[in-house]
Nanobody, 123 residues
Framework: QVQVVESGGGSVQPGGSLRLSCAAS?????????MAWFRQAPGEEREGVAA???????RYLDSVKGRFTISRDNGKDTLYLQMDNLKAEDTAMYYC????????????????WGQGAQVTVSS
């Protein structure tokens, strides 16, 4: 059974940094082919933030390009999201997901989800 666990959320002032981590245990090769970060703010739809495949393909949401960096340890099925220059609009619950989605930043095709980590950016 696959387990996906996030860690590293918290509160930070605008301009600050946070790093999220995600560990997927018991994940078959194809099930964790893509791993991604999604976020959902209250009253908003869930959106894909960043994703990386086993072969190193990477996608970012336009609004986080240049500020967020995704990285992955394939040997451990571990995913990271370094978030720099955080803005108030980045405030959301961040979810780690794994799957073999054809569209890397779209939630259909991601079958394994973590419980979420709250990120709050406020002065």
């Amino acid at each position: 059974q696959v387990q996906v666990v996030e860690s590293g959320g918290g509160s930070v002032q605008p301009g600050g940094s946070l790093r999220l981590s995600c560990a997927a245990s018991g994940c078959p090769w194809w099930t964790c082919y893509n791993m991604a970060w999604f976020r959902q703010a209250p009253g908003e739809e869930r959106e894909g933030v960043a994703a990386e495949s086993r072969v190193g393909a990477i996608r970012y949401l336009d609004s986080v390009k240049g500020r967020f960096t995704i990285s992955r340890d394939n040997g451990k099925d571990t995913l990271y999201l370094q978030m720099d220059n955080l803005k108030a609009e980045d405030t959301a619950m961040y979810y780690c997901a794994a799957g073999n989605a054809k569209t890397m930043l779209a939630s259909p095709g991601y079958t394994e989800w973590g419980q979420g980590a709250q990120v709050t950016v406020s002065s």
